[in-house]
């Protein structure tokens, strides 16, 4: 049985403070390609699936040195961007192959696992739970969020429309690019511990709480939810495929307790095991399941022991040499990676 959420929420704006910082970048018009490069440096814990083997930073032991904690597929061809712990934003013109730092903020950023946004070259997000960074090509701003935040997503359509997810489960909106929130909806009263955006339509909204352990929908872009699907022990990642909106994956346990790669066909009101993990083999509570941008039967998992990929069939274990992070898939069909060696 489904129970539409019906109490509405006022819109409340929020207009945090701003600086700017000067620095100008630029991009190349170019298709896209897999890296030329057979090693990667400049960037630790950090590498690529090519030609079925997995290509490591050259700085095979960069104790003493910042990790990479985020990683983006960038929206202009060969485009790169990862954030390290230092508190730095890098950018890669080549695939992934050399990189640069495109901003430095250690005062907000330091010591923090931030997530990058860049769907578009013109203005590149990255936040925290707290604090929003927008880049342009000769700006780097600095937001706050009205409340601590869980999930942010930019709109594929326009650069300046962003909605989030809170960390205790109310849905915002920025219209003008994180300078103020609209609150939209509270669906939850318990921590939300995963939600997605769908990629091919910025309305369609999944989330994964503690209250009652069901999924929760919004299908008009926050402003409404609704509680869809079976109950969850735990939900460590949420996909839903870039080739079909109903396709999604989970990650996690149901019932049955069984931890496992969970799919649905019919856009998460039911689900079916797609493969289940070995006992010595668990998915990391905090990788992100990535699914491929063309094969909807692909999708890679990040775990505790390494990197899988699900073929349709079953999965595939990649020894990456330690927990994986985060990994995405560039439109060129390459699997990008960052690991948790020596976090």
């Known amino acids: 049985m489904r129970f539409a959420l019906v109490i509405l929420i006022s819109a409340v704006a929020f207009t945090p403070q701003s600086f700017a910082r000067a620095r100008a970048v630029s991009h190349r018009g170019v298709p896209w390609q897999a890296p030329a490069c057979s090693a990667t440096a400049g960037l630790p814990s950090y590498g690529f ?3 079925g083997a997995l290509v490591r930073s050259i700085e095979s032991d960069p104790r003493g040195e910042p990790f990479t904690s985020g990683l983006s597929i960038g929206g202009a061809a060969n485009t790169v961007y990862a954030t390290r712990t230092d508190g730095s934003i890098l950018e890669s013109n080549d695939a992934g192959c050399t990189w640069s730092v495109r901003a430095s903020l250690p005062e907000l950023l330091g010591g923090k696992n931030p997530k990058v946004l860049a ?3 013109s203005r590149i997000y990255v936040y925290t739970d707290t604090h929003l960074i927008r880049l ?3 700006t780097v701003q600095t937001f706050g969020f009205p409340e601590a935040m869980q999930r942010v997503e930019v709109n594929p359509g326009s650069a300046l429309h962003l909605r989030a997810v809170s960390l205790l489960g109310t849905s915002y909106e920025s219209r003008n690019g994180g300078v ?3 609150r939209l909806y509270s669906f939850s009263t318990m921590r939300v511990a995963a939600s997605e955006f769908a ?6 909204i999944l989330a994964w709480s ?7 929908i919004s299908r008009d872009g926050g402003a409404s939810w609704q509680l869809i699907g079976p109950p969850w022990v735990r939900v460590d990642s949420i996909a839903i495929s870039p080739v079909d909106p109903a396709l999604v994956w989970v990650s996690g346990r149901d019932t049955t307790q069984a ?5 649905s066909t019919d856009g998460g009101l039911t689900f079916k095991p797609a493969a289940y993990y070995s006992q010595q083999v668990t998915h990391s509570a905090s990788g992100y399941l990535a699914p491929h941008p063309t094969d909807p039967n692909i999708v890679a998992v990040p775990l505790l022991t390494g990197m899988a990929i699900f073929d349709g069939v079953s999965l595939s274990y990649r020894d990456a040499g330690a927990a994986t992070w985060e990994a995405e898939w560039s439109p060129a069909g390459v699997l990008y990676f960052v690991d948790l060696q020596f976090r």
């Open 49 to 51: 699936l090519k030609a």
């Open 119 to 121: 769907r578009h070259s």
């Open 210 to 216: 503690l209250l009652g352990g069901r999924l929760s």
């Open 259 to 263: 931890s496992a790669l969970y799919r």
């Open 180 to 182: 103020s929130w609209t």
């Open 136 to 138: 342009t090509h000769g």
């Open 199 to 204: 990629p091919t339509d910025f309305d369609r």
